[in-house]
């Protein structure tokens, strides 16, 4: 099943339990879906994009809970926390801190990279094997942190 079926599923179980918060961001997710394809003109939407879209509006959410804590608007926070949560549920399990790790001391390995010099050419392959598995920030500071 496409995240976008198991996407409208899910809006019909939150309407019919009346979960405000599960609603609200299970219809932005599928209207970014929608925008994605729009803008595809009718093509089909990757998995690949469509992680890439919970993704980035995981990330949009954290960026405004912590703006929302550093004003003191912990009403506000306490939103955007909880359609993190919901969103969250339609990724891939997440990798720990020891996965990533190996996972990027294999690529590090197999790409022969050396030095902090050998940054791009490993985030490059990186990114693409541990899309959706891990945020491009936690696998950037890992590389770094291995390459020094």
């Keep these: 099943m496409s995240l976008e079926n198991t996407i409208?599923?899910?809006?019909?179980?939150?309407?019919?339990?009346?979960?405000?918060?599960?609603?609200?961001?299970?219809?932005?997710?599928?209207?970014?879906?929608?925008?994605?394809?729009?803008?595809?003109?009718?093509?089909?939407?990757?998995?690949?994009?469509?992680?890439?879209?919970?993704?980035?509006?995981?990330?949009q959410r954290k960026d405004s809970y912590e703006q929302f804590m550093a004003q003191g608007r912990t009403d506000l926070a306490d939103v955007e926390e909880a359609q993190m949560k919901v969103i969250e549920k339609f990724l891939p399990k997440q990798l720990s801190e020891e996965e990533l790790e190996s996972e990027i001391k294999k690529i590090i390995s197999e790409t022969g990279a050396e030095t902090i010099k050998d940054l791009g050419k490993v985030m490059g392959v990186a990114s693409k094997a541990l899309a959706g598995k891990s945020d491009g920030k936690s696998i950037s500071e890992m590389v770094k942190k291995l390459l020094s």
């Design 8 to 59: 409208s599923e899910a809006i019909k179980t939150a309407m019919r339990e009346k979960d405000r918060v599960a609603l609200d961001s299970l219809r932005a997710v599928k209207s970014q879906i929608l925008l994605l394809q729009t803008e595809a003109r009718g093509a089909e939407v990757s998995a690949e994009q469509e992680i890439a879209i919970l993704q980035r509006m995981i990330k």
